[in-house]
């Protein structure tokens, strides 16, 4: 399965949306109760009104030590998306970061930036 949380852009072709964190993180404890892997998993920070963010997404994942193949951030708030790599290169997996950037996906209006990651490092 491929996951993208975002309240507001569309998803990818062959994602699947959710646009809450409780919604992503139901998602994530089915898959992880029937032993299903999430094969990709792309994260927005901000979702909804001002206090709705994905961090709890990312707490759940590392309480359960359940993260994806590979993860990607996909969001518009700079400085947010430093406090999300920062806690994904934390408590992640070595190499599971794959790519970050506004809009990634260039599934919505704001602008594209692309950063492909190499070895699991940020570049």
Request: aromatic residues 12%; hydrophobic residues 40%.
């Amino acid at each position: 399965m491929k996951l993208f949380v975002d309240d507001e852009r569309p998803e990818p072709d062959g994602w699947v949306l959710r646009m809450t964190a409780e919604a992503a993180i139901e998602t994530l404890r089915t898959h992880r109760l029937l032993r299903q892997p999430i094969d990709c998993l792309s994260l927005d920070h901000d979702l909804g009104y001002a206090t709705d963010t994905v961090m709890p997404v990312l707490y759940w994942m590392q309480k359960y030590n359940f993260w994806p193949v590979e993860l990607y951030v996909h969001t518009a708030n700079e400085d947010d998306e430093e406090v999300m790599l920062g806690f994904i290169e934390a408590h992640a997996p070595a190499g599971t970061l794959k790519g970050y950037g506004c809009n990634f996906w260039g599934t919505g209006s704001d602008s594209q930036v692309r950063n492909w990651i190499g070895g699991g490092a940020r570049e």
